[in-house]
């Protein structure tokens, strides 16, 4: 069941994640131009900023599938390095869109809409990514581990890392002494 869980959210964030390339997209391009929110010279020229969106979801679909970033959101435990893999990625994307820009000289792309259609990029995979966490890790019954921990707190890192990758959810009840255990034995009845 949990196995399952993974790769139905492994699956919805491989259709999130580009999806949300689109979305920060149109959400740039509209703040930028059309929301009155920055002042505005002229519309944006469509071929050239279709063609830097396309260059965008083909050179980050690459590159993710090299970087394994969405496979690395349900392996690593912490979110946030997760993130900095994340940025990591969209800043490389970048670099080399804005490369093949600035040879292509036949357009100038506003800064404006390229820093918002990064930043849009980078809220909506952590709220994408987020969200399948959530949902992969969801307590179900009968695969949840109890840990007692009785005197020093042990180094419980590479315990967490096999529960979460045998899909098992973890609760620890840390307890000072032997004693302490029993006491709490007794009243648990």
């Given amino acids: 069941m949990r196995h399952s869980q993974n790769q139905i959210a492994s699956i919805?964030?491989?259709?999130?994640?580009?999806?949300?390339?689109?979305?920060?997209?149109?959400?740039a391009i509209y703040i930028r131009f059309y929301s009155r929110l920055l002042p505005v010279e002229d519309l944006p020229m469509w071929p050239a900023y279709t063609a830097y969106f396309v260059l965008?979801?083909?050179l980050w679909t690459a590159l993710e599938t090299r970087f394994r970033?969405?496979?690395?959101?349900?392996?690593?435990v912490s979110l946030f390095r997760w993130l900095q893999s994340l940025v990591e990625l969209d800043l490389l994307t970048l670099a080399l869109v804005s490369s093949?820009?600035?040879?292509?000289?036949?357009?100038?792309?506003?800064r404006w809409t390229v820093a918002l259609f990064w930043s849009l990029h980078v809220?909506?995979?952590?709220?994408?990514?987020w969200g399948a966490r959530a949902w992969a890790r969801r307590r179900t019954d009968g695969n949840t581990v109890y840990i007692l921990s009785i005197g020093e707190r042990?180094?419980?890192?590479?315990?967490?890392?096999?529960?979460?990758?045998?899909?098992?959810?973890?609760?620890?009840?840390?307890?000072?002494?032997?004693?302490?255990?029993?006491?709490?034995?007794?009243?648990?009845?």
């Fill in 56 to 58: 965008s979801l083909t």
């Fill in 69 to 76: 970033i969405i496979y690395r959101c349900f392996e690593e």
């Fill in 100 to 110: 093949a820009a600035f040879f292509w000289r036949g357009y100038s792309f506003s």
């Fill in 12 to 27: 919805a964030l491989k259709l999130a994640l580009p999806l949300s390339l689109g979305a920060a997209f149109l959400a």
């Fill in 154 to 189: 042990p180094d419980l890192d590479s315990l967490r890392r096999e529960c979460l990758s045998a899909g098992c959810n973890w609760i620890v009840r840390e307890f000072p002494d032997t004693p302490s255990v029993l006491r709490a034995m007794e009243n648990f009845e």
């Fill in 123 to 129: 809220s909506l995979c952590l709220a994408a990514a």
